[in-house]
């Protein structure tokens, strides 16, 4: 049973620097429980939008527009360039040419939005590069592990003992998308997919502007089409996937700074602040995954060749398959789909040969600590890895047991199930999981809230604090259904 194959992990918190006290401000107002009025109201929408909506809009894009422009730019100068190369496009001044053009947009873009710790980035890149270079001198083989253990000592060294706990977890999204590039190289370079890349390609690639803040992550061989731009022209398709992207990108900001929040009040009942505090962190990571679909498209990567016609149709998140998720399967695969073909391609497959259970441990391992040492992450993540993994053997069990297609993943239409999904208990059964699967998505995301922990990262206090309010009821509830999957 390939249950990995279900897999995915809990993004991080890239958005969190894009709060300022500003929108904390406004938070507090939306928040405030004034002793005068015990029953809570919601203010007009004018109101809303005034204080809120429009801060929040004006905010957001004054803190991307440079990114933006700086994207816009870099693939600008490669398409320039390629049309005056012509047909050396693919030569090595032409390929040094757009890596160091790559470099430089990519530092520039790192210093502005981290200032002086754009050194512990840089640091980690230099680095890596150098245990690539030395691992494929002495043990051939060996480079990815030797890279991997290289970035896990790096990142727990600085985050326990160098950096400050509330600028590391600024830089953390950063570093855990370079940390997945340098990793990924490596193992490609092990298996024979790509050659040991020069300092230019590899410095290139990991600074590239279109990935280096947001994210998402992109493979080297995927990287090495920005060397073929006059194939990736401008045009007005590309131009629409990145506006399309930025639209819904900001909507989700809007929706999860301002809207939710004035919807559902904080007198509402517990279970819907909780389905609400759950939701808007949803929708900030809904925020983040399109707002990193705008900028790798704006760069030129993010498009397939499908019978010699370029499609822009790079995919972050689905967010459907998440708000209305058939199962935690599905929402755990399609919360970040290139963190999970990197996390099943790099470390699960790497891990498997130790045994199906053993290789899912060390997966959700390497997830936290790309993460951050932090208690919050690793109990959702671990959290999240039973109740799916018992989701799945336990629909899997029924699924055997009844002939019916109520698997965690949805069957193939030629499957030989004697009861198909059009049929009215089958349908029942998966609307009933569904409904079960946003349940415990509401109980595992209530404490990412906007708590004054957010800059520094949530304690283990705050994370069993949240979850003790509600009786611990999604922990037993699983728990008593895998405890059933054990005696069916």
Known sequence: MDYYDEFEDVDDSMYDSLYGDDLGEIDDLLHADDEQYPVYTRIAFRDLTDQCLIPTLVQTLDTVY????????????CQVHANIMNEDE?????????????????LGMLHIFFQEHIVYIALLALLTYITLLLARRCCNGGCGIAVSMVTVVFLITCELWIVEQRDWHKIRGAQMVLAMKAISVAFDVDGGVVESPGIMAYSGYVFNVGSVIFGPWVSFQQYLGVLSHR???????WLAKAGFSLVLSVSFMTWSTCLVHWLILDGTGRWFVA????QSYRSSHYFISFLSE??????????????????????VARPFHIEVPRSLVE????????????LKTYVFKTARPMGNFIAILITYGASSLLHGLNFQLAAVLLSLGFYSYTEYVFRHRLST???ACIQAKKCKADCEHEYQSTHPYVLTTNLAF???????????????????QQEEGYTMQHTLGKWSELNYISHWIVLGTYVFYLLA
Not at 68 to 75: A, E, H, N, S
Not at 275 to 278: E, F, G, K, L, S
Not at 434 to 452: N, P, Q, R
């Open 66 to 77: 440079p990114l933006l422009v700086m994207c816009f730019l870099f693939k600008l100068c």
């Open 90 to 106: 693919h030569s090595a001044i032409s390929r040094h040419l757009v890596h160091s053009t790559s470099t430089v947009c990519g």
């Open 231 to 237: 194939e990736r022209k401008i045009t007005i398709y």
């Open 275 to 278: 389905y609400r505090d759950a």
């Open 294 to 315: 705008v900028t790798v498209t704006l760069v030129g990567l993010g498009a397939t060749k499908i019978n010699g016609d370029v499609k822009w149709d790079l995919s």
């Open 331 to 342: 929402v755990v695969t399609n919360w970040n789909l290139p963190m999970h073909h990197w």
């Open 401 to 403: 047991i009844f002939n």
């Open 434 to 452: 569904g409904t079960l699967a946003i349940f415990h998505l509401a109980y595992l995301g209530l404490m990412f809230d906007s708590s004054s």
